[in-house]
């Protein structure tokens, strides 16, 4: 038999001994008092002979328990056991009336016990030795073999009354052998599975004080409320307490970075997932560390929450290695670009010779109110200077209205910058007062003033020339007092010999002048631009990137950047959104700006092939080959494939392909959206050039 399955039987004897001595003093001192005193009643069995029974129970039951400590052969012992139970019931019977004895229910105890002691097959052989008993006896008291205890008289064999209720009574220990049997095969069952479950949390503790005893990393776990319920000895140690002082601290008295907040729960239980973090430690004696602390939460076998194990890891001097490390490459880098980030509150950011001079430009203009023109390739940061000469102006107070022309429909732009009078056109439901009239006595900015249709720039000239309009639909002149700034991508001179752009509006709008320099003509400033958007994108995607590598920050430095601010923002952004760590590298930076200079952009796949000219006829090829059969399908895929070609060329900048097409910006668009290509420019990391940017040059 296996030592702990002979363990517990031992045990479940114990009981069973201890149970029928509880049984007996109980059954048989309340039979004393009750029936056998009072002879009234009808019964005669003498007190010694009462006493006799008592006595030799509790001496056979004494004599079994020292027995017992003793015997090996249990299961032996154990139908011993119930043999005497059976003799022990018979006797109560006996003396409580024989056949009319209310307690012949007695013999399921040892039926019971016997399905708990030995098994499911021993109860059944029980309940026959009990029913045989049972019968025994009252044939022993019909046949006068025994003395008649009971004044009254002893049923007949031919009772039907008391023939079913002895065979009823019989038939119960059969039953109750089956019910109890049953019973206790589930319960071992059980037991069994929670011994194996039992054995299982114990190798998981051995293992889990192995792995606490020797890991290099503290281990700590806590309640909900954030007490210490164990702690490993490399926590004690970093703890500066014995771990049997550590329990049933508050965990932020002994780290005050992990302090639980103020609802009593622990911080990071409000999230499923805790991102390993870092914290400055001041241990005793020891000065300040650098811990890595990663957090799980400990749930029961109903997935409730229970607490939460912390895992600390010393990093001191690997954060120490890392800082001279970066150090050394930021050396490096600084010395290739050799420039320190100035103070800017205009998100201007520049300290190279042209952003000098557009500086010294915006402080002269700013205090004037003469219209000014910005010109500069898309993406080079008109909007903000233009900005920063309003904030510098006496008009800084009153509003900054920007306008992209080149963003509002023909047959809306008009009302949209002059406003209109109820009912001017169908949906005129009310007045509008129109962007001139919002920004009265503040600044006007008209971005991409060049996408102006030819009826407009009449009105606009007007407004340069007189500071009155009409309304859509009135007859009646509004005056404004507003500063015009005028924004454009393209050459207005060429737009003005090509017709598409009125000379004198032309030369109203040309009274100061500057042209914003490309980012590829101001590179010393590209590293200031680089922080300044590593803190922006690493604060809005809740990241801690840095700085860039050695290898990283010489492929910014040799990219052209045809979208220019704009476009260096994107490639950040894409950067930061990729970087796990603290340091940008190559393989964080989009394909296009990793390919050597000079490299064909038809080599990845992710960018359709570019010519060198996009706008150039191709040469007629040596055979016919026509799209499904079909003249206008081959044109329409021809032009597609010029388009695809042009945004290759512009580096997804949409401006800037419409300029490469020779077309404007509206008429381009309406082609992107002809040939499903409104999204093309996802193809190469960009994104569509906004009107705003907060750290553009």
């Keep these: 038999m296996d ?24 059954f048989l001192g309340a039979l004393a008092l009750s029936f056998f005193r009072n002879q009234s009643e009808g019964y005669a069995v003498p007190t010694v002979l009462l006493l006799w029974g008592i006595a030799v129970t509790y001496a056979a ?13 249990l299961t032996p012992f154990a139908y011993g056991q119930l043999l005497f139970d059976i003799v022990l019931t018979t006797g109560v019977v006996y ?10 229910f007695l013999y399921s105890l040892p039926v019971i016990a016997a399905a708990f002691l030995v098994s499911p097959v021993g109860a059944v052989l029980i309940a026959a030795l009990s029913a045989i008993a049972y019968a025994a006896l009252v044939v022993a008291l019909q046949l006068g073999v025994l003395y008649q205890l009971h004044a009254g008289a002893v049923p007949s064999p031919g009772d039907l009354d008391f023939v079913v209720r002895f065979a009823i009574t019989n038939a119960s220990f059969f039953v109750l ?23 299982e949390r114990e190798r998981l503790l051995s293992l889990q004080e192995a792995l606490a005893r020797n890991i290099d990393s503290a281990l700590v ?34 780290f005050p970075a992990l302090r639980h907040t103020s609802t009593g729960r622990l911080s990071f239980l409000q999230s499923p997932e805790s991102n390993p973090t870092e914290f400055r430690f001041l ?26 194990l912390f895992i600390l890891q010393d990093v001191t001097g690997l954060r120490r290695l890392e800082e001279k490390l970066h150090r050394s490459v930021e050396d490096v880098v600084e010395a290739e670009l050799g420039v320190e980030e100035p103070q800017s509150t205009d998100g201007l950011v520049g300290v190279s010779a042209p952003m000098q001079r557009v500086r010294e430009f915006i402080e002269k203009v700013a205090r004037s109110d003469a219209t ?36 509002i429909p023909e047959n809306l732009i008009e009302s949209e910058l002059f406003g209109h009078a109820k009912g001017a056109f169908t949906g005129a439901v009310q007045a509008r007062a129109g962007l001139f009239r919002s920004a009265d006595g503040g600044t006007v900015f008209l971005d991409e003033i060049g996408e102006l249709p ?21 007859d009646t002149a509004v005056s404004v007092d507003v500063r015009i700034i005028a924004a454009t991508n393209r050459s207005l001179e060429a737009e003005v010999a090509a017709g598409r752009f009125r000379e004198d509006l032309f030369y109203r709008l040309n009274v100061l002048t500057l042209a914003l320099p490309p980012l590829r003509e101001r590179r010393q400033d590209i590293p200031l631009l680089v922080r300044r958007f590593l803190r922006q994108f690493s604060e809005l995607h809740g990241k801690n990137v840095q700085r860039l590598s050695v290898a990283a920050a010489k492929r910014l430095q040799e990219y052209s950047y045809p979208g220019n601010i704009r476009e260096l923002e994107n490639i950040i952004e894409h950067a930061v959104a990729l970087c796990d760590g603290e340091t940008v590298h190559e393989e964080h930076l989009p394909e296009y700006v990793c390919r050597a200079p000079g490299e064909d952009a038809a080599t990845p796949v992710s960018a359709p092939p570019a010519a060198s000219s996009p706008t150039a006829v191709p040469t007629a090829p040596a055979r016919l080959e026509l799209v499904n059969g079909n003249l206008d399908d081959s044109l329409a895929a021809y032009e597609k494939s010029i388009i695809l070609r042009a945004l290759a060329e512009a580096g997804g900048v949409k401006k800037k392909a419409a300029d490469l097409l020779g077309i404007n910006y509206r008429s381009f668009r309406h082609r992107l959206y002809k040939y499903g290509l409104n999204d093309a420019n996802d193809r190469f990391g960009l994104d569509e050039p906004a009107t705003t940017h907060s750290a553009s040059g």
């Excluded at 004494?62 to 400590?69: M, Q």
């Excluded at 003396?95 to 012949?104: D, I």
């Excluded at 806590?222 to 965990?251: F, H, K, Q, W, Y």
Aim: aromatic share 4%; hydrophobic share 45%.
């Design 177 to 199: 052998a089956f019910l109890a049997g049953s019973l206790t095969r589930r319960l071992r069952l059980t037991e069994s599975l929670l011994l194996e479950r039992e054995a």
């Design 95 to 104: 003396v409580t009336g024989g056949a009319e004895s209310p307690f012949g």
């Design 454 to 474: 030819l009826a407009l720039q009449v009105k606009l000239l007007r407004v340069l020339q007189e500071r009155t309009f009409n309304p859509v639909g009135s």
């Design 61 to 73: 039951t004494l004599i079994s328990a020292v027995v017992l400590l003793r015997v090996q052969q």
């Design 221 to 254: 776990t806590t309640d909900l409320d954030g007490c210490i319920t164990s702690a490993n000895p490399v926590a004690a140690d970093l703890a500066g307490r014995p771990s049997g002082e550590l329990i049933g601290t508050d965990l932020g008295q002994v």
């Design 283 to 308: 241990k005793e004696g020891d000065g300040e560390h650098i811990l890595r602390c990663s957090a799980a939460l400990l749930r029961d076998t109903y997935q409730n929450p229970i607490g939460a």
């Design 3 to 26: 030592p702990q399955v002979h363990e517990r039987l031992r045990n479940r004897l114990k009981a069973a001994l201890f149970l029928r001595v509880l049984l007996v003093s109980a």
């Design 372 to 407: 000014v023109l910005l010109s500069g390739e898309s993406g080079t940061g008109k909007e903000l200077v233009a900005r920063a000469i309003h904030s510098r102006s006496a008009r800084a107070s009153r509003p900054f209205v920007a306008v992209n022309c080149g963003a």
